[in-house]
């Protein structure tokens, strides 16, 4: 933190020195010309404009939040490169099948997310890594798009209500969607936001009293520190299912899928950012 406190007098000596420069200079360059002071300063922003969407700036700007956000920044930017890595792991060409796959299902899953109030491309991760796009019953009782299972009752409600439906049919794509996109957005809810333990708590249901018990029962505050005590159960999920919905953002912006270690790609990703996150 030392360093750290050292970095921000000097920021704000250099700041408050530049402003004092800058008010002294502003007389006599309004003598020599009196559109000079605002073309100068116009052209400051404008030059800032240009760093901020330069390439160069995200890694400037991510070691500063680092910085300024401690260990619990650190541990998101530690959960961020492991989905990059799980997304780098990818084979190219099976990525590119799984998404086309998708096309049949992308407009119900974006009809569902938007009335849930989820993240299209986090929705689409999720049933990538349920089912591949193949919907099917499955020997431990998941069905369908998403491979629902037990669906709390209050949640089977919502999504009826907004489908206008007297029961969802899980074996219809676009009421099993909007069941999966209800029982995230409470998932999410429960964990108060937090994206990795949201889809954690979507994975597990409520077996073992579900994943807040579960918490309780070993003092467990976040992903991070849940994580070692997961053996039994997927820790890896929420992972695969964000590395996925990385994959559809880049899809659908650029029609196609970067190799993350090729050229300045992992830059380029990381600039995209991960869906939800």
Do not use: C
Not at 31 to 40: F, H, K, S, T, V
Request: proline share 5%; charged share 20%; net charge positive.
């Amino acid at each position: 933190m030392l360093p750290f406190a050292g970095g921000v007098v000097a920021l704000i000596v250099t700041a408050a020195l530049l402003l004092v420069g800058w008010y002294q200079l502003r007389v006599p360059l309004a003598r020599r010309l009196a559109q000079l002071p605002a073309g100068l300063a116009l052209s400051l922003a404008l030059g800032m404009l240009w760093f901020v969407f330069h390439d160069g700036y995200t890694p400037v700007f991510g070691h500063f939040r680092t910085l300024v956000g401690g260990k619990s920044e650190a541990e998101r930017v530690t959960l961020a490169h492991q989905v990059y890595a799980a997304y780098r792991r990818h084979e190219i060409g099976g990525l590119q099948k799984l998404l086309q796959r998708a096309d049949a299902y992308r407009s119900a899953i974006r009809e569902a997310a938007d009335a849930i109030g989820v993240d299209e491309h986090l929705l689409l991760g999720v049933a990538a890594t349920e089912s591949s796009f193949l919907p099917r019953d499955s020997h431990d009782g998941g069905k369908g798009l998403f491979q629902i299972t037990a669906v709390p009752k209050f949640i089977t409600r919502r999504a009826a209500d907004l489908l206008d439906v007297a029961e969802p049919q899980v074996n219809d794509p676009r009421h099993n969607a909007y069941l999966a996109a209800a029982t995230l957005k409470h998932y999410l809810e429960e964990m108060r936001g937090d994206l990795f333990l949201g889809l954690l708590a979507y994975n597990i249901g409520p077996r073992n009293g579900g994943l807040r018990f579960i918490m309780q029962q070993y003092g467990a505050t976040d992903f991070v520190t849940m994580q070692p005590y997961l053996q039994t159960l997927p820790r890896d999920y929420p992972i695969r299912v964000l590395s996925y919905a990385l994959a559809f953002k880049l899809w659908q912006r650029d029609g196609k899928l970067l190799a993350y270690e090729e050229g300045d790609n992992a830059v380029k990703i990381q600039q995209l950012g991960i869906p939800g996150f």
